[in-house]
């Protein structure tokens, strides 16, 4: 069997009271990745290796770079990059031309970290995109929305093994799991979830309802708004940027989400008994 490429064995000293034992470890694997656009470097976020691809088109789609899937031709490693871990994005004459100001407010100044998608902006007006009206005309039961936790869990095959990483996932609203990703970055599990759809052909990803393991912060809810989700979930808190931004385009906003209880802070109307 191939080596895992999510994750590391490394040394460690478990200490359990008064005794110590050294033994393996088995942790998840963090790792630049540098995205490039016209052979032009565009953004380095640290993130899970796996599923690169989805990661830059998911990527793409909700910084604004791109709109539809036609306007990428292709996704591939860089196999002209002295290091590895480089992905080339290549658009269409068109969309390049379209999307010239997208990718300039897109371009970080720093690497992002895997905990925060939005650092190395080179200003606070480029964090908002230009989101189109939400659809989202459908509804979930509520004992269907509780149950989703509980399958994502199931299918986190990394996180059970390292205990280390976030997960996003793209449920249908009968509560049947599309795609899942892990990744040590939230916002980087998001894009791989959304980037998966995009090269399906399926955007605006609608009917669907996003589910994140952690908290749901601002950039969650943009990022799901860019691609068209109009119901996010949250196995944690979400902050009060979030909410506002659900108010705002009309988004179903649940947070602490278990079986048997959750807060719905915006959107009520998208749950059903």
């Known amino acids: 069997m191939p080596p895992d490429p999510t994750t590391a064995t ?4 478990r200490i359990r009271d008064t005794a110590s034992t050294v033994d393996d470890d088995v942790l998840v694997i963090e790792e630049p990745l540098e995205i490039r656009i016209a052979d032009e470097p565009l ?14 088109a998911g990527f793409c789609l909700t910084e604004g770079i791109v709109t539809d899937p036609d306007e990428i031709e292709s996704v ?12 080339a994005v290549t658009l269409t004459d068109e969309a390049m031309q379209r999307r010239m100001e997208q990718i300039t407010c897109a371009r970080r100044e720093l690497y992002l970290s895997s905990s925060c998608g939005l650092c190395g902006k080179q200003s606070i007006d480029r964090i908002y995109q230009r989101i189109s009206p939400i659809r989202g005309n459908f509804t979930i039961a509520r004992d269907t929305l509780a149950a989703l936790p509980e399958t994502m869990r199931t299918s986190q095959a990394t996180f059970r093994q390292t ?13 049947v799991l599309n795609v899942l990703r892990e990744d040590v970055g939230r916002h980087n599990a998001v894009d791989k979830v959304i980037g998966h759809q995009l090269l399906l052909g399926r955007a605006p990803i609608d009917p669907a309802v996003l589910l994140v393991s952690g908290r749901a912060s601002f950039e969650i809810m943009q990022k799901a708004a860019v691609a ?3 119901f996010v979930a949250a196995v944690s808190a979400p902050s009060s940027l979030a909410v506002d931004f659900a108010v705002k385009t009309g988004m179903t906003l649940v947070g602490f989400l278990r079986s048997g209880r959750m807060n719905v802070y915006h959107g009520l109307e998208r749950i059903h008994d």
């Open 10 to 13: 490394k040394p460690v000293t």
């Open 43 to 56: 953004a380095v976020t640290m993130r899970t290796p796996g599923h690169d691809c989805d990661l830059v």
């Open 76 to 87: 591939e490693e860089c196999g002209e990059a002295e290091y590895g871990n480089v992905m």
């Open 163 to 175: 205990g280390g990483l976030h997960a996003a996932g793209i449920f249908t609203p009968g509560g």
């Open 228 to 230: 068209g989700i109009a």
